[in-house]
């Protein structure tokens, strides 16, 4: 079965068709599972119709690039933070100092 995004006016027709006719059938009327009808329906008796609007990922297209820019230069940070503590290790070594910066 495929997922379908149900809009908010088709949700509160199924909710208002389910107080006409019983609850089962509606859902099958409308090929909707029960646990989505009684899920709709605790929301709507709780919070009201914003509660069943839609809510679809909204990023941007600059959002998302600029996430990635940040995931990139974030690895590339860590990548470098690795490199000077290799390199203040081989100065210990070498040199036999406990601090590098004293040489």
């Given amino acids: ?14 909710l ?25 329906k605790k929301k709507f008796e709780h919070k009201g119709e914003a509660c069943l609007k839609v809510s679809y990922d909204t990023k941007t297209k600059e959002h998302k690039a600029s996430e990635e820019e940040n995931r990139v230069l974030r690895k590339l940070l860590s ?19 406990s601090d590098p910066r004293k040489i």
Wanted: aromatic residues 12%; hydrophobic residues 30%.
């Fill in 1 to 14: 079965m495929k997922y379908k995004k149900w809009t908010l006016k088709e949700k509160l027709e199924i």
């Fill in 16 to 40: 208002s068709t389910s107080e006409e006719i019983r609850v089962v059938e509606t859902c099958r009327k409308y090929s909707v599972s029960t646990g989505t009808f009684y899920s709709w």
């Fill in 79 to 97: 990548d470098r933070e690795i490199e000077l503590e290799v390199q203040r290790e081989l100065l210990k070594k070498k040199f036999g100092t």
